[in-house]
């Protein structure tokens, strides 16, 4: 089945522990997104890859990092969480970019104490 | 800075009605628009897309227009069913690969 995995779907933790959250694809897609959603902003794009070892910034990526070594995994790093970083998060795939549609990940809840 | 307004944040309507959602954007020259819909608790799913050059894109009871004049795309779903209730999005992108949402539309259709 063609999906976008994320792990953990829900995580609590503490400021400043470094954590990652996984996104993998198995549709062999070119291009990777992370977004953050938060009630009254809708959907923030913070990095996007277009291709392996090519990543960009989105509209909010202050606070995270991201690698996309290998095509199907595009990892979303928080090296020194803060609570206001506490969100819930989408990873999404697609053909490439322009018109094609994008699949999202069931999201990974984070709250950051 | 590019920005995406869809016109309120939830719209109740009567099932068997036709519910209409608008997204307007600014500082922005699309050459297409996507709409998607989203569940509680899980990420969105693309519907439709229309491209600048598209006047209307139809699939089964989903209708969405694009008026590049107006800077406006509306969506429309005909013969509602209480199984339309969701959120809606619409989004817009580049070939550069950003990508920009609105906040989405929470629509409830009432039996």
């Known amino acids: 089945e063609a999906q976008v995995t994320q792990n953990p779907r829900y995580l609590i933790t503490v400021t400043g522990k470094k954590l990652t959250v996984t996104c993998s694809q198995n549709?062999?897609?070119?291009?990777m997104s992370w977004y953050r959603q938060d009630p009254g902003l809708g959907l923030r794009q913070i990095y996007y890859?277009?291709?392996?070892?090519?990543?960009d910034k989105g509209d909010v990526p202050e606070g995270y990092k991201v690698s996309r070594k290998e095509k199907r995994n595009f990892p979303l790093i928080l090296e020194s969480p803060s609570p206001n970083q506490t969100s819930l998060y989408f990873c999404?795939?697609?053909?490439?970019?322009?018109?094609?549609?994008?699949?999202f990940g069931d999201g990974t809840r984070l709250s950051i104490l | 800075s590019q920005k995406i307004e869809q016109n309120s944040e939830a719209l109740n309507i009567q099932e068997g009605k036709t519910a209409t959602l608008t997204c307007n954007y600014t500082?922005?020259?699309?050459?297409?628009l996507q709409w998607y819909r989203q569940d509680p608790g899980r990420g969105p799913v693309f519907l439709l897309l229309?491209?600048?050059?598209?006047k209307e894109k139809r699939k089964e009871r989903l209708k969405v227009t694009f008026d590049t004049t107006l800077k406006q795309s509306l969506f429309h779903i005909t013969a509602s069913q209480p199984a339309d209730s969701a959120t809606y999005l619409c989004?817009?992108?580049?070939?550069?690969?950003?990508?920009?949402f609105g906040d989405g539309t929470t629509l409830t259709v009432k039996p």
């Open positions: 890859s277009m291709n392996v070892e090519v990543t």
């Open positions: 989004a817009l992108g580049d070939e550069a690969g950003k990508s920009t």
């Open positions: 999404a795939s697609s053909l490439g970019t322009g018109e094609q549609p994008q699949h």
């Open positions: 229309i491209r600048e050059n598209e």
């Open positions: 500082n922005y020259s699309p050459a297409y």
């Open positions: 549709m062999n897609h070119e291009y």
